[in-house]
């Protein structure tokens, strides 16, 4: 447990809806090359036997960390649902509710994004921890998506869906929340229209709003300039009435029959009051400076309204399905302290480089990694995991840690022709040159690199990268010198064609890759502010 009991302030997740889809990650497209994609995650549950072992720690409930609620709904939705993808998904969210319900503040708001595939579910499951030890539903969000997927044609069975439901829960009725205001939404501008309808002398537009006091008090019942009070009452005592008298905050009718009423005006207000239904937050379009290509990337302005309802400055936000980062950009630039969490380091790598291109890159040192090799003997029980999908996050640190973050996973699996990566440099045509990355976990031989060579010839690619967790032989490195030299005019040093560096040399001696690359793979996120020296974490 890397997170302590009652140690966060706000959780927010983004988890996969269990939409049946498989999401891949788009790098930008580079000259003649074809996009490129890597599996960002995949959101379609199978019952196997991470679901099995699953359901058999709700059910024995050994560290007496699930509700017997939460143990009776799964009980009763596996007689209902039977053992198949929907009962998967929903094993796999109580596991996590239940760590995000054990990690919160008893002061402490929890905000699940999901869609309609399986809502009515997750409620009755953050019920069943949440409200059944105390802790309250405080509303289910809708937020408008103005061009939300799915939109209907004249073929269509079904409605179209524009929308995302947010459901947001406290732990108790001690949470913090700051009431949230907007111009932009649908309906303001009519509203002002409609209610500030005068003008003082200064041209400052106003509405006149009422100043009868609710309940009747012998104190507000005053006469002031010849106005009479109303039935019940001013609303404010005379001092009062005479302090926004002077400063020009009272309406006076032309008949002292009228009432006197209290000018609002327009240039000071904070804009409506945020309901449950957000219709003025747009998207990530196409072209939005946000977005870095990562499949259901959120905009900054959603995260920046929950994080500004549900926290203050100094606050801990905790992200348990950080994808891209989102959560954790925008936690940084309003001064909160932030934990990250995802299962995939490609997800990690991103959220490094955003963090960087962002905020500088002395937040670098400050981040605490978790869960990502830090010395050989992790480096080493990572490469030699028995699960295919874990094994393949070492290549995937490999590349990505070696190339600063800077290359293209490849998403094949099994046939990957010989390639794990590819990172992009400037040739002598001022078109992309590729160089081939390869991550060895097992025995290696001087066939290797000759089959790196041809898988060089074959893609057409400049230079190759073996990385090995293993160190070569002195045969390997004669065999790789032999390939030869590459330079062109925008280089100022020559580099082998095929080069070697170890895991070892990665992790203890720092080593990274030295070729200047003139193409960024990813999207770079936009400038914001040097990070201030603070402990953060982000870990898989």
């Keep these: 447990k890397y997170i302590k009991d009652e140690s966060v302030d706000l959780c927010y997740i983004d988890p996969p809806f269990n939409s049946k889809r498989n999401y891949d990650q788009i790098y930008n497209n580079l000259g003649k090359e074809d996009r490129a994609q890597a599996q960002a995650f ?140 907007s111009f932009e939404v649908e309906g303001y501008s009519n509203y002002v229209d409609k209610s500030f309808k005068y003008v003082d002398e200064n041209g400052r537009r106003y509405q006149a709003d009422n100043l009868a006091s609710p309940s009747p008090r012998p104190n507000l019942m005053y006469e002031y300039k010849g106005y009479k009070p109303p039935a019940t009452g001013w609303a404010i005592s005379k001092e009062k009435m005479e302090q926004w008298d002077q400063e020009g905050r009272l309406h006076f009718p032309k008949d002292t029959t009228g009432r006197i009423r209290r000018k609002r005006f327009l240039d000071e207000l904070q804009g409506k009051p945020i309901q449950n239904l957000w219709d003025d937050i747009q998207p990530i379009s196409s072209q939005d400076k946000e977005r870095l290509g990562y499949p259901t990337q959120k905009p900054e302005a959603l995260l920046e309204r929950i994080i500004q309802a549900s926290s203050n400055q100094g606050d801990i936000i905790l992200d348990a399905y950080c994808g891209c980062g989102t959560t954790v950009a925008v936690s940084q630039r309003l001064d909160r302290q932030w934990i990250g969490i995802d299962i995939t380091y490609q997800s990690i790598s991103l959220i490094l480089k955003r963090l960087e291109d962002a905020f500088g890159q002395g937040i670098l040192e400050q981040i605490q990694l978790n869960g990502i090799p830090k010395d050989m003997k992790s480096a080493e029980a990572l490469a030699n995991k028995k699960d295919d999908r874990t094994r393949k996050e070492f290549e995937k640190w490999a590349v990505l840690t070696y190339s600063n973050n800077r290359a293209v996973i490849n998403p094949k699996k099994g046939a990957d022709k010989g390639i794990d990566g590819i990172a992009y440099f400037r040739g002598e045509q001022d078109e992309p040159e590729k160089i081939i990355l390869q991550v060895k976990s097992g025995n290696i031989k001087s066939g290797d690199i000759r089959d790196l060579q041809g898988t060089l010839t074959l893609e057409k690619a400049a230079m190759g990268i073996l990385i090995t967790l293993k160190e070569p032989t002195k045969e390997m490195i004669k065999t790789a010198k032999s390939a030869g030299i590459y330079q062109n005019q925008y280089m100022s040093q020559s580099y082998d064609i095929i080069s070697m560096v170890t895991i070892r040399e990665i992790i203890e001696e720092k080593k990274r890759l030295s070729i200047p690359l003139g193409y960024e793979v990813l999207k770079s996120a936009e400038k914001q502010k040097e990070v201030k020296a603070t402990q953060l974490t982000l870990g898989i």
């Design 42 to 181: 995949i959101d379609t549950w199978t019952w196997d036997d991470h679901a099995n072992q699953g359901l058999d720690e709700i059910f024995s409930n050994d560290q007496g960390h699930f509700t017997q609620q939460s143990i009776d709904l799964i009980a009763g939705l596996t007689k209902v649902l039977g053992k198949g993808g929907l009962l998967a998904y929903l094993v796999s969210m109580t596991l996590r509710i239940a760590e995000i319900y054990r990690v919160l503040k008893l002061t402490g708001s929890f905000y699940l994004h999901c869609d309609q595939t399986a809502s009515h579910y997750l409620k009755l499951l953050i019920d069943s921890i949440f409200c059944s030890q105390g802790g309250d539903f405080k509303n289910e969000i809708i937020w408008k998506r103005k061009s939300g997927r799915g939109e209907t044609n004249h073929k269509s069975s079904r409605f179209g869906v524009s929308t995302d439901t947010i459901l947001f829960y406290t732990k108790s009725n001690q949470s913090c929340f700051n009431s949230q205001f």
